[in-house]
Every structure is written in C-alpha cells, then in structure tokens.
C-alpha cells in the first residue's frame, strides 16, 4: 500500500512538473536560455560575435510579430547571424497559388528592423527550360565547412503543371558570402517529392539531411557533391500508430540541434492550427521517440482547420490572438543565446487556406528564446505583447 501511495506521488509530481514546463509558466525562474556552446552548436551557427561586454546590464527589446512590411512577407522563417548582421530567407507570397517570385533574402542590423537585401534567386531571371522554376518553399542558409549553403525545395512548371508539383524536390547551393552569388550544387536530391529540406553537421564533420514530404525522412550526405550517401529514408509518418492526434492532419518542417550527446528534432503539425513537436534520439538517424506528448510551442484554432482539426479529438483554442506560429528553425539572438524563429499568423476567423492568400492577414515573422531543462527544449508560448530580455 505505502508503494502504491509513493507511485501515485510520484507520478503526480511528475506530472505537475510536465504541465509547467509545457506551459511555459516563470521560465525566467526554471530554465535558461540556451548557450551556443563551442562544442556541440546547431551545423549553421558559426559564431563570429566577441563575447558581450558589461553582462547584464543589456536590455533587448521585442514585440512580435517583429517584422510588419507586407510587401516583404514570408512563411517558414530561417534566420542566420552573420558578424553583426542577421540573414532571413523564408518562402514567399504566394505560396499556395504559386509559382512565388523567387528566394528573397532580408538583412537586419539590431533584429528589430528588416529590409530586403536581394533575391538569392529571383524567378523572374531564370530561363523557360530551368527545372527549379516553380514555388521556392522554405529555403534555408547554413554555414558549415567554411561556406554557405542554400537549400531550396522547388520544381519545374510546365503547362501541364503550372505549380511544379510535380517535380518538386530539393536543391543545393553554395556560395564564399552569405548575400551570395550561389551556384548550384546539385538537384534534385531526391527522385520523389520531398521539401522543407534542412541540414545538421554532427560534431564529427558528417552532414546530414532532413526533410519532409508525406512524413519526416533523413539521410547522410555528400555536402561537397551534394548527394545521399545510401538511401533517403522515412522514418515517421503523421498516422503512425505510436503519435498522438495532434499530429495526425500532417507534420513537416524538421529542425536538427545536438545538446548533451543527444540530438533533437523540432518539427511542425498542421493538425489544430500550426504547433511545433520535439523528437530526441541518440544516433542522427534515429530511432526518434517524441520528447513531450504535447506540442512544445504553438497555437491553435478550432475553425481556422476544419474538418483537418476533428481528427485531433476535442481540444480548446489557445488564448493566443494566432491562428499559425510554426515551422521553426533556430538562430543565435542579440544575446548570444539561441532563438526560435517562425511565421506568426493573426486569426481573424479566416479559414485555411485563405480565399486571397494575399489579403491580410499575412504571414510574419515571429521569435522567442529556446530554453532548455532536463533534456527538454521549450519556447514557452508565443507572444504579442513587448518583451524584454536581459544580458
């Protein structure tokens, strides 16, 4: 009896202890942020900043969504920091009515402000025949082995095929300066559809490729040649027996961080609004077990997905004024720390997707601090007030 008493506690403690850090409750007070250590650090952080002067005595300042410039709006933004500059990409207006206009690239000098700086690629440019031609979805910039790499998913329009469906899949670029020029590498690295392609250096040297399409797939790969060493595997779909509802509509959007000898795997579902999961393994390539039976960080929405969002069961919308804040990918901030980055969506009752995807509400982009406690990555929740950070 007095065993059972002591597993009943236990397990309420537990429990408790799991609800807090899900709802992200004096974060300040039970996890720090996340240091960019100079060990095990995300494959695009190559930190270039002196350490801060005065600790402590530094307050920076934010309200989401950060960036309020329609005519720059994206989904799925990536955010790389670069001396004392940071470098977005992300996908471009329109989106689901495509083809976009190209790969657009945003500069920053406080994280605050945000101007275009150029098209990486610029649709407008390229010939007829071009096979990457089409939507150019959630390209992102990393810097590994002393260069900087351009991954983009796209296709090839064609009459028959006027979004490039069809052929859509990834392509590698390189280039000796964040703002480019960028020279293809290799493409498509997959025979199949796949997008939302990522890419995550181990701390001995090996590169590795994630991407989604109809689940999460992994593979190593060749950086130099741009090519899959073996197969392209996929390792989790949205219906799997083992995932709770609220994956169920669909996931996307990996993310890959090493902390601690263990590797980490941030991903998005689309099922109640947009909410981003976590995945942890020993090895790369997995076996992925989910870290948290809940989302991480998100929001979401009863009517924003409709019948998608009854396959999750019965749910409450979060108090948020959001409809989307997801597919995340991580960046060093103004503190030195590691952020969070991703689009935020007001909901102004709107169904998904929208009638006119380029009326308002449009996507914008939204950061947070990472934190991390007990193995555990967390965002809290988003926010639409100003915030402040010391350090």
């Given at each position: 009896m007095i065993k059972k008493m002591q597993s009943t506690y236990i397990t309420r403690h537990w429990f408790k202890a799991l609800v807090l850090i899900l709802m992200g409750l004096n974060l300040s007070e039970t996890v720090k942020a996340q240091e960019v250590t100079s060990g095990e650090r995300p494959a695009y952080v190559k930190s270039t900043t002196s350490k801060v002067k005065s600790p402590g005595t530094h307050v920076?300042?934010?309200?989401?969504?950060?960036?309020?410039?329609?005519?720059?709006?994206?989904?799925?933004?990536?955010?790389?920091?670069?001396?004392?500059?940071?470098?977005?990409?992300?996908?471009?207006?329109?989106?689901?009515?495509?083809?976009?206009?190209?790969?657009?690239?945003?500069?920053?000098?406080?994280?605050?402000?945000?101007?275009?700086?150029?098209?990486?690629?610029?649709?407008?440019?390229?010939?007829?025949?071009?096979?990457?031609?089409g939507r150019f979805w959630a390209p992102e910039l990393h810097f590994i082995k002393g260069k900087y790499w351009l991954i983009v998913n796209s296709g090839k329009v064609t009459p028959q095929d006027p979004k490039g469906l069809a052929t859509h899949s990834i392509w590698l670029f390189s280039a000796d300066k964040v703002t480019g020029?960028?020279?293809?590498?290799?493409?498509?690295?997959?025979?199949?559809?796949?997008?939302?392609?990522?890419?995550?250096?181990?701390?001995?040297?090996?590169?590795?490729?994630?991407?989604?399409?109809?689940g999460l797939f992994q593979a190593k790969l060749d950086l130099e040649k741009g090519k899959i060493i073996g197969e392209l595997q996929r390792f989790r779909t949205a219906r799997d027996s083992i995932n709770p509802k609220w994956m169920w509509g669909g996931i996307e959007g990996p993310f890959v961080l090493k902390r601690e000898g263990l590797y980490y795997m941030f991903f998005s579902t689309w099922t109640r609004g947009y909410e981003v999961g976590l995945l942890k393994s020993r090895s790369p390539l997995g076996p992925w077990?989910?870290?948290?039976?809940?989302?991480?960080?998100?929001?979401?929405?009863?009517?924003?997905r409709g019948a998608i969002a009854d396959v999750a069961g019965n749910f409450t919308d979060t108090k948020d004024p959001y409809c989307e804040t997801g597919h995340n990918a991580i960046f060093e901030g103004p503190d030195g720390k590691l952020w969070s980055s991703c689009h935020y969506v007001f909901y102004k009752g709107q169904p998904f997707p929208s009638v006119n995807e380029m009326a308002e509400p449009k996507p914008q982009m939204g950061i947070e601090p990472l934190y991390f406690k007990n193995g555990i990555f967390t965002i809290g929740k988003p926010t639409w007030t100003e915030q402040a950070v010391k350090y």
């Open positions: 920076f300042k934010y309200k989401n969504p950060i960036i309020h410039d329609t005519t720059i709006a994206m989904r799925d933004h990536s955010i790389l920091r670069v001396g004392k500059k940071w470098y977005c990409t992300g996908t471009s207006l329109p989106v689901w009515t495509g083809p976009n206009p190209g790969v657009r690239l945003l500069v920053s000098d406080d994280m605050l402000h945000w101007k275009q700086e150029s098209w990486l690629i610029d649709g407008s440019k390229l010939p007829a025949d071009c096979p990457y031609n020029p960028y020279k293809l590498v290799n493409g498509p690295l997959t025979p199949q559809y796949n997008n939302d392609a990522t890419l995550f250096e181990d701390t001995d040297g090996q590169v590795y490729l994630y991407c989604s399409g109809n077990e989910l870290a948290l039976p809940e989302p991480i960080f998100g929001t979401r929405k009863k009517a924003y």
